[in-house]
């Protein structure tokens, strides 16, 4: 009995625990779903990773758009992948209640994606402007570059953290989303790895399926974020006690 009452004394910490990171990993999807509209509007040699002869008008075009696009653009996805890392280290570190760990690990690459984009997307927000106006354009070519592998590399932890979360999710005894739904984002997660691994080691060259991929993933990852806050936690209680 002293069990079950130890466990039902903390079930309100869960609840408000799992609140949180929902409302967390939802915010974070949707301000950085609005970040991907915002690079749309940039030119795609811009706001997605570019073959190397491309760099320089990529430098042409930041000067054209101006400062305040790339803001908006790294602004709002930098917004939302502090929100997004704050989600999955609280969701990793929930010890793993759908799927026996799985989901911790996929918070966890997930959390490795969100750190390194935190770092390409403020070079749209801050760098990329002054850099731009510079005399010696090899500066801006050399973060460029530096934003294109990042960009690509982040795609990779992204697209399999996804997969293990959608596959634990799948195989849990009360899933949390529509089982097409996570299909689909498996999907997505396949696609991001595989596009952000082949321009990261130079196999194949594909900046539009890495940027759309991204753009799909918050939709999943937001629906996953509010059936999260609205969800209770696992109850389980010791009949032996």
């Given amino acids: 009995m002293a069990t079950f009452t130890s466990a039902a004394a903390q079930r309100p910490d869960q609840i408000r625990g799992d609140a949180l990171s929902g409302a967390l990993l939802a915010s974070g999807a949707a301000a950085l779903f609005v970040g991907t509209l915002f690079y749309a509007r940039l030119t795609p040699r811009l706001g997605l990773p570019a073959l190397p002869a491309e760099r320089a008008g990529a430098l042409g075009d930041a000067l054209s758009l101006g400062s ?17 890392l704050a989600a999955c280290i609280l969701l990793a570190n929930r010890g793993g209640r759908r799927g026996s760990g799985l989901d911790s690990i996929g918070w966890a690459l997930t959390a490795v994606s969100a750190a390194l984009a935190m770092i390409f ?53 009360a899933p949390l989303l529509p089982r097409r739904l996570s299909q689909f984002g498996m999907a997505v997660g396949a696609a991001a790895a595989a596009s952000g691994l082949g321009y990261a080691i130079g196999l194949v060259q594909l900046p539009l399926a890495i940027g759309l991929t991204v753009t799909f993933g918050c939709v999943v990852v937001a629906a996953l974020g509010v059936q999260i806050a609205r969800s209770e936690p696992a109850f389980v209680s010791d009949s032996r006690a």
């Fill in 121 to 173: 997307d403020s070079m749209t927000a801050v760098l990329f402007w002054p850099l731009a106006r510079n005399p010696d354009p090899a500066l801006f070519t050399a973060f460029k570059t530096w934003f294109d592998f990042l960009f690509a590399a982040a795609n990779v932890p992204f697209g399999l953290g996804l997969i293990a979360i959608l596959w634990a999710d799948i195989g849990a005894s």
């Fill in 68 to 84: 305040q696009k790339l803001w908006l653009a790294g602004g709002w996805a930098f917004l939302g992948d502090c929100l997004l």
